[in-house]
Nanobody
Framework: QVQLVESGGGLVQPGGSLRLSCAAS????????LAWYRQAPGKQRELVAT??????????NYADAVKGRFTISRDNAKNTVYLQMNSLKPEDTAVYYC?????????WGQGTQVTVSS
């Protein structure tokens, strides 16, 4: 059974930081492309960051809204993908989901709430 379990969300003041984690089980984690998405109330789910693997090189991409503030990383030994979020803004408030995909296989976590408010 495949499981992706996010953690690390919470309430933070504008300008603060959070680190989200997503622990995977039931898949060969190292061969999967990984991503973080978010969904704010009343809005569609949007892609935040991706980390894809080619050989021994990880390629990362970010949505324009988070470039320079968020960092995605992975630890294959721990089957975990991270999202370091700095300089958080109220507009970053959303439920954040991790995603693992490889060819026709795609899996989602249950989401973790991030609220940025003073």
């Amino acid at each position: 059974q495949v499981q992706l379990v996010e953690s690390g969300g919470g309430l933070v003041q504008p300008g603060g930081s959070l680190r989200l984690s997503c622990a995977a089980s039931g898949i060969i984690f190292s061969i999967y492309d990984l991503a973080w998405y978010r969904q704010a109330p009343g809005k569609q789910r949007e892609l935040v960051a991706t980390i894809t693997r080619s050989g021994n090189i990880n390629y990362v991409n970010y949505a324009d809204a988070v470039k320079g503030r968020f960092t995605i990383s992975r630890d294959n030994a721990k089957n975990t993908v991270y999202l370091q979020m700095n300089s958080l803004k109220p507009e970053d408030t959303a439920v954040y989901y991790c995603n693992a995909n490889k060819q026709r296989n795609e899996y989602w976590g249950q989401g973790t709430q991030v609220t940025v408010s003073s």
